[in-house]
């Protein structure tokens, strides 16, 4: 088996250091379409999740049915955070094992940079501001039914599918249209003694 046809595939030459060519790691065919299909499902299930999201918190601004609104911010609370963080993850280790074992790299293109960091940013939100605050979401479901609700409690949930959906809708783009090139090297300098 020749390097080009498993999972190592050539090495990359010009490093510009005079040193020996630092061999490249690929995926092979099958792995790529197999991890591109689970990126690209992971993503479009995120973004249905944002989109449930966004129906449950504008059903619990906006209806006339006190129930309504109170099921909504409950089903809010209870069931969105973990599947959107899985579909999360998933989306960003596919994104990993697809730029580092392709030719897009992780950070030689800008477009794939971006859409890195705006994973990376996006789970972080996730674990750190909207999940904590969906008990305050569980009670103000709870307190509608009681008739004395604290509308400080959602004012923020306006936020999460918006910011999120606009992400989501331009890292789609990034990965269609791919933009602005690779990212500069730095020049080596040689060493001299």
Known sequence: MTPSQGTIEGTRRGTGGGG???????ISRGVRRATLVLHLVSAGA??????IVAVL???GWFADDVDLRSLAYRALAAFVVWPMLVCALVCLVTGVVLGLGTKWGLVRYWWVAVKLVLNLVLCTLIVVLLQPGMHD???YGEQLLTG???RARVQKMFFP???SLSA????TCLAVYKPWGRLRRR????RQA
Do not use: E
């Open 20 to 26: 020996p060519p630092v061999p490249r790691w690929r």
């Open 46 to 51: 995120w973004i249905g999740i944002d989109v």
């Open 57 to 59: 918190v504008l059903t």
């Open 137 to 139: 979401v569980a009670a």
């Open 148 to 150: 004395n609700p604290s």
């Open 161 to 163: 599918p918006a910011v």
């Open 168 to 171: 989501l809708t331009l890292a």
């Open 187 to 190: 020049p080596t300098r040689d």
